[in-house]
Structure formats: structure tokens, C-alpha cells
């Protein structure tokens, strides 16, 4: 039986249980560190919504890392992409000649990854590579690959372990989806 989370108006029920989410984590890092044995890459987080999950993320990883973020906003409070991107703070580190992993908690429309991507490239890294937790099926605005996926997912609205619903709600351990309405009483 799905748990089910009133917010407000909306009930929310599980998606993707603590544990799913674990072992999936551990599979992504097994494959980051194969593919950057010998190397130091840098992980840069997406503040706020990438916290929690590259904080799990880092303590599966086995080679020399360093980690530094990025905080972007596009969406205000709402539940539906604003579409307009800012830079609410810069990296602090150097990229050039660096193994990057840009680390998100989802990509969406997929406008904050592209932001993102554009903005690191321009600095010339050694390597790029795009680690998403989550990816909403047919991203509309991305043409390039986003190379380690946890889990690929419907274009619905999700919770918990991170992403916020009007900035409340990221320190649920699971992650979470807008119950149908009409299916789920009150
Ligand atoms: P984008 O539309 O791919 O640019 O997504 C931008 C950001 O919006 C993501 O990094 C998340 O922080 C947030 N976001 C996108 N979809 C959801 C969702 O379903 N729930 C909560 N936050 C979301
Ligand atoms: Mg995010």
C-alpha cells in the first residue's frame, strides 16, 4: 500500500522507496567509479534539490572527488517551470582541465541542465558528464544525453529526498507523486 502525504490540498503518494532509491545509488557509483578510476573529478551539486542526493551519492564513491555547487532558481513556488533560469551563486572552483559531473535531483524540462552544461563548457574541462537522480520522459529542451540516469520517470509532479513543494517537504526520506485525484479519498 502507498503511504499517502496531504499537502494542503494535494495528496501525495510513494513513487520510489528509500531503499529503491539506496540500491539504485550504489549501481550509479559503482559505474562513476569504474569510468573515473585514476581520476579526480569534481561533482557539482544543483542547490537546492541535488543535496541530498549527491551527499548519498559521494559516500558510494571510491576515487579522490571534490565537490562544489552551483544554486539556480527557475521555478519560484510553483509546480509548473516558470522557464526562466537565474544564477543565484557561482561555482567557487577552477574547471579547466577538470573531470566535471554536473549532479542534479531532476531534469525536467531540462532548461536548467542545458543552462548549466553551456555555462561549464565555456570553461573548457577536461570531461563533462550529467548525473541525474531523476528524468521526466520526453525532456523537451535537451539534445545531448544525460549519462547517469537513477531512474527514468513520468512528467509528473515528485517530492521528497530533495525536491521541494513551495521549498517545504525536501527532508522526506522517499520520493513521493501527486496522487490521481478522483482515485485517492480524502
Ligand atoms: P528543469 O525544468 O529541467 O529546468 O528543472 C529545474 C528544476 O526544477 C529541477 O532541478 C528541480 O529542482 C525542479 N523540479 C523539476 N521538476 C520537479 C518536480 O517534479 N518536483 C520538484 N521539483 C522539480
Ligand atoms: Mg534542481
Do not use: H, W
Not at 558510494?60 to 513556488?77: A, H, R, T
Not at 531512474?151 to 517545504?168: H, R
Amino acid at each position: 500500500m502507498a503511504e499517502l502525504i496531504k499537502i494542503n490540498s494535494d495528496t501525495f503518494e510513494t513513487f520510489i522507496t528509500e531503499e529503491q532509491i539506496r540500491k539504485r545509488i550504489k549501481e550509479i557509483a559503482m559505474r562513476i567509479n569504474e569510468d573515473y578510476a585514476g581520476k579526480t573529478p569534481i561533482f557539482i551539486g544543483v542547490l537546492n534539490g541535488s543535496f541530498i542526493f549527491l551527499a548519498d551519492l559521494i559516500r558510494e564513491i571510491n576515487v579522490d572527488c571534490e565537490i562544489d555547487f552551483f544554486k539556480l532558481s527557475s521555478y519560484g513556488d510553483a509546480k509548473i517551470s516558470s522557464g526562466q533560469v537565474k544564477l543565484l551563486k557561482e561555482l567557487n572552483c577552477e574547471v579547466a582541465g577538470r573531470d566535471i559531473l554536473i549532479v542534479e535531483d531532476i531534469v525536467d524540462s531540462g532548461l536548467s541542465i542545458a543552462f548549466i552544461k553551456n555555462i561549464i563548457e565555456k570553461e573548457n574541462p577536461k570531461s563533462l558528464k550529467l548525473v541525474s537522480l531523476l528524468l521526466k520522459k520526453g525532456v523537451p529542451k535537451i539534445d545531448f544525453p544525460v549519462d547517469y540516469v537513477g531512474f527514468e520517470i513520468p512528467s509528473e509532479f515528485v517530492i521528497g529526498y530533495g525536491l521541494d513543494y513551495a521549498q517545504k517537504v525536501r527532508n522526506l526520506k522517499s520520493i513521493y507523486r501527486l496522487a490521481p485525484k478522483g482515485i485517492i479519498k480524502p
